[in-house]
């Protein structure tokens, strides 16, 4: 159990202050107030040169063409319906781009949103449909398949281990480290990403949802501007396989994207205040279930320790609650009529109060407590 809520009034009176705090976070600014508006959107097309991504051997076409081909439509018909907004591409081509380079393309030119394309595969043939990912933790074991095979481009990278300060995309433990990661702009992410899935859903050639999704994925890591990824179908299933051959399929799609990305940019330009519901976050569990087995990360708690408690809540928060701020891995322990959720688990103090600056970043009001 944590120590906050127990012994001396004084400990009591700060536990309070810190509840309050955490309860008081401020209102995040509109778009309008700090005169924000979205101006420059990189379309990232995934994969490329030595890298073909999925690969399907019933048909000619590799992910990299497709996505390729699906960016230039999106960004034409951007420029078309916005001349003023700049379209910057990460390839334009079939050259291979770095992982990471893709993402400092997006921050080096200030870009407002950072839509990266793919297309999907799996060993199941029966797995089918879109899905939009943004970045986070999710121990679901079908967004650890695509994440490792998205992430395993890595591999292809010369120096990759100093690129990405040792990560091992096979390796379940790498993915702690996302953990606790900055992400700004997690609600407007999810807002984009809500809006392509719903297109898909109402206008798209492939009509299943496999819905919005997190995933610790390399591409969006470091941007720092909304950024989604988009399954636009799976390569490896025969009905999303023909639709994606079709040119004409290929423009509905870039259309679809292109609709979400219009009914964003409103907002974005207006009030800017995107609200989600945190419902649209997961998928459909039957395809999951056809899915290849990937082992989640997990990390055992045994005996006296210390976490760094980052929220209390008088109610219990779902999963992808805006609270939570894309937090996934966390413990909740229901005390004196709240819910405490904390973070880590440290062998001593010390250890944690040395983590504990860093999670401030994200939850200013966070602090160690002692769990027996
Ligand atoms: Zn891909």
């Known amino acids: 159990m944590p120590s906050c809520s127990n012994k001396a009034p004084l400990r009591a009176a700060l536990c309070l202050l810190a509840l309050i705090a955490l309860l008081t ?32 051997k019933q048909s000619k076409l590799s992910e990299k063409q497709i996505n390729l081909d699906l960016a230039q439509r999106l ?49 199941s043939t029966a797995a089918s449909g879109t899905e939009t990912f943004v970045m986070g933790t999710d121990k679901s ?101 023909t639709t994606l051959n079709n040119a004409d399929n290929r423009q509905k799609i870039a259309d679809d994207i292109f609709n979400a990305f219009a009914s964003f940019k409103q907002t974005y330009d207006t009030d800017g205040s995107f609200s989600f519901d945190p419902a649209v976050l997961g998928g459909d569990e039957e395809t999951e279930a056809a899915e290849e087995k990937a082992a989640a990360p997990a990390a055992a708690i045994v005996g006296p320790h210390y976490e760094i408690q980052i929220l209390a809540s008088s109610k219990k928060l779902k999963n992808g609650s805006p609270e939570l701020k894309g937090v996934l891995e966390y413990r909740v322990r229901f005390i004196n009529g709240f819910y405490k959720y904390s973070v880590g688990n440290y062998p001593t103090k010390e250890e944690a109060a040395r983590r504990l600056p860093g999670i401030q970043k994200k939850f200013p009001g966070a602090f160690v407590v002692k769990v027996d």
């Open 25 to 56: 976070l401020p209102r995040p600014v509109s778009a309008q107030e700090s005169g924000l508006r979205l101006k420059t959107v990189v379309i990232d097309a995934g994969h490329g040169g030595h890298d073909p991504g999925a690969v399907s």
């Open 141 to 241: 074991e079908s967004n650890m398949a695509v994440c490792k095979r998205e992430n395993s481009v890595i591999l292809l990278e010369e120096d990759y281990s100093t690129t990405y300060e040792g990560f091992d995309p096979d390796n379940p433990e790498s993915y702690i480290i996302f953990n606790l990661m900055q992400n700004a702009h997690f609600e407007q992410s999810i807002a984009f990403a809500s809006l392509v899935q719903q297109q898909f859903i109402s206008q798209g050639p492939i009509k299943k949802s496999r819905g919005v999704r997190q995933a610790p994925l390399m591409v969006l890591w470091r941007t720092t501007m909304p950024s989604v990824l988009v399954e636009v179908g799976f390569l490896s299933n025969s009905s999303d396989r």
């Open 75 to 123: 960004g034409a018909r951007i420029q078309q319906e916005y001349p003023d907004v700049k379209v910057i591409y990460t390839r334009k081509t079939d050259k291979f781009v770095e992982l990471a380079e893709r993402g400092n393309i997006a921050n080096r030119n200030h870009a407002d949103l950072f839509i990266s394309i793919h297309v999907n595969s799996a060993k």
